[in-house]
């Protein structure tokens, strides 16, 4: 127990002063390991073996262990549900290498499926048509834009004329007049469209992955016939999607069908210095009064461009070591390659070759993760997230002050040693604390 007291509350450097070594070994870490076996006792047994010292319940839990728990319990619900035979092993010596691979293939890439769905697509740009016409509002600002992008609303062609139909956003004098005719190179020469623009701000990059199911609206003598295309920049429009046509001419519309943009290569990764624009072009059109619209459809935004924006700015916070000693300071390079910065939500990877880095200022960090034996990490920190991982059978020695204003405490993870320096007993206060 003085172990644990000393964990929570004694990150101190008390110079002189023997470490106390914490945890050898990380519980939830070795519920899943390279091997594919799973511990199956409860957790607490598994805790247990470190000795509860190590790695303290309540605050001090590790929030990747619930994570790792919740998915081991969810695994062994299913195991529950095979036949004896599967749970015993016999299937894997009655299937062929191949099936195991083929199995485990499909199960990375449920997986890879489900990391790629936490890096979720948003919504771009969205608009809410309820209320709206053109009339009212040209351009048409987005109610909706994603953080670090500007968008430009939804803009008539000046080919056409505005018109209030109610809740829509579109208008009149589209391209074919008097008969049904024209294409989507007359529509663009006749400025016959509804355009939008997305632009990145500076040190992010926009990719589109698609538009939403949306609604066109027509009216008897209004286009049948429509087509999008995107620009980047100042380079040629490019179609995308087919042509639609449509037929009906009540106020509910034409629903369409979503449109996936996310292969579409130039629309991928559009930095700051190049707008994207995209158009629906209109045609088919039997009289000049007659009207085309995105229409009100659905609650909430009615026309969404989905995607992701991401920040261009390249961040060091791998310390490559070389053995020698060194200093890691905000704006310095020390073994990073660049310019460190303060970051509380920084991890930080100590790798290459472990030495004496003495932490000066004090540093910001999230996390820290030694992968390399020997390192020593001397000075001052300051953790946002507040985890050490020590990787592989290496031993990490912290003589720092850690410092956090969190209230989740320290935790420590990873199967190596980490050792921090204890506190006398006759010390009042540690010189730092986690602040709780
Ligand atoms: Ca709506």
Redo the contacts with the bound molecule.
């Keep these: 127990m003085t172990n644990q007291k000393n964990f929570k509350s004694d990150n101190l450097c008390s110079t002189g002063v023997p470490p106390v070594i914490v945890p050898l070994h990380q519980p939830a870490v070795a519920v899943f390991s390279t091997t594919g076996r799973r511990d199956a006792r409860p957790t607490a047994s598994r805790a247990s073996d470190a000795g509860r010292a190590v790695v303290p319940d309540g605050p001090h839990r590790n929030s990747s262990s619930k994570i790792q728990n919740s998915k081991f319990k969810k695994e062994n619900s299913s195991t529950r549900h095979q036949s004896p035979a599967t749970r015993h092993g016999r299937l894997a010596a009655s299937a062929s290498p191949a099936l195991w691979l083929g199995r485990w293939i499909g199960v990375l890439a449920v997986v890879l499926a489900a990391i790629g769905n936490l890096n979720a697509q948003i919504t771009l740009a969205g608009w809410?048509?309820?209320g709206q016409n053109s009339s009212a509002t040209n351009p048409l600002s987005a109610n909706t834009t994603a953080s670090n992008i500007s968008v430009g609303g939804l803009t008539l062609g000046s080919g056409l004329s505005a018109s209030n139909a109610g809740?829509t956003f579109g208008g009149s004098q589209w391209y074919g007049n008097s008969t049904i005719a024209g294409d989507a190179s007359a529509a663009a020469a006749n400025n016959d469209f509804i355009s939008l623009t997305l632009t990145a701000n500076a040190g992010y990059t926009i990719s589109l992955n698609g538009i939403s199911a949306y609604n066109i609206r027509r009216s008897s003598t209004g286009p049948n016939s429509f087509l999008w295309q995107y620009q980047v920049g100042s380079g040629s429009w490019t179609d995308f999607g087919s042509t639609i046509t449509v037929s009906g001419t009540s106020a509910s519309g034409n629903n369409q069908s979503a449109i996936t943009l996310n292969g579409i290569s130039a629309l991928q990764g559009v930095s700051s210095s190049s707008t994207i624009g995209l158009r629906l072009l209109g045609w088919g059109a039997t009289g000049t009064s007659g009207t085309g619209f995105l229409n009100?459809?659905?609650?909430?935004?009615?026309f969404i461009i989905t995607g992701s924006v991401a920040s261009t700015s390249v961040t060091y916070t791998t310390w490559t070591g070389n053995g020698s000693a060194g200093t890691w300071s905000n704006g310095n390079n020390g073994q990073f390659g660049g310019a460190y910065a303060n970051d509380l939500g920084n991890t930080v990877t100590f790798s290459g070759t472990g030495g004496t880095v003495t932490a000066s200022g004090p540093v910001q960090a999230g996390d820290l993760v030694f992968n390399s034996d020997s390192y020593i990490l001397a000075g001052s920190v300051q953790l946002g997230v507040g985890s050490i991982t020590t990787n592989g059978s290496i031993t990490t020695n912290v003589t720092a002050n850690i410092s956090g204003s969190g209230s989740s405490g320290l935790t420590k993870a990873g199967a190596g040693t980490l050792l921090l320096p204890a506190r006398t007993p006759t010390q009042a206060r540690p010189r730092s604390m986690w602040a709780t």
């Design positions: 809410d048509i309820n809740s009100q459809f659905q609650n909430g935004d009615d």
